[in-house]
């Protein structure tokens, strides 16, 4: 699919910065034909209390990357399909995170995201994580 005219980094830059994308700090620096490029300054306001960046910091990253191009590459009358359960704009979101396998060497965790009194499913989610000792 071809690049859609007018679709470039001042109007993706303009159309996310009072939301998530502008919030965290994305700028992106490149839109062309198959490509899209972005910057995120580190702060401390994007890691993790190990010190670390965040894991959600890098997935809102790509994720918008990831999106932003697609929508970019979109035919005129199409539209993105999402795989989440639902969506929420107001409100409050809850969410619980379970072990499936606690390992020596892994550990396999899974989280559910839902929202509102009713606690609709929102997204389902699987974390595999690498047990690392000190040498």
Known sequence: MPLRPG???ERFNHFGKDFLPGLVGLELTE?????VRGELGLRKALLAPNG??????IVTFADTLAG??????????????????NTATEGTLYGEARAVH???????????VTHG???????????????????
Do not use: M
Request: hydrophobic share 45%.
């Open 52 to 57: 670390y960046l965040h894991a959600g910091a």
């Open 31 to 35: 839109v062309s034909e198959g490509l």
């Open 102 to 112: 606690l390992g020596r060497t892994t550990q396999v965790w899974d989280a559910l």
């Open 68 to 85: 932003y191009g697609c929508i970019a590459h979109l035919p005129g009358n199409a539209q993105l399909k999402v795989n989440f359960l």
């Open 117 to 135: 009194e009713e606690r609709r499913k929102l997204a389902l989610f699987r974390c595999t994580q690498l047990v690392i000792y000190p040498r």
């Open 7 to 9: 679709f470039d980094v």
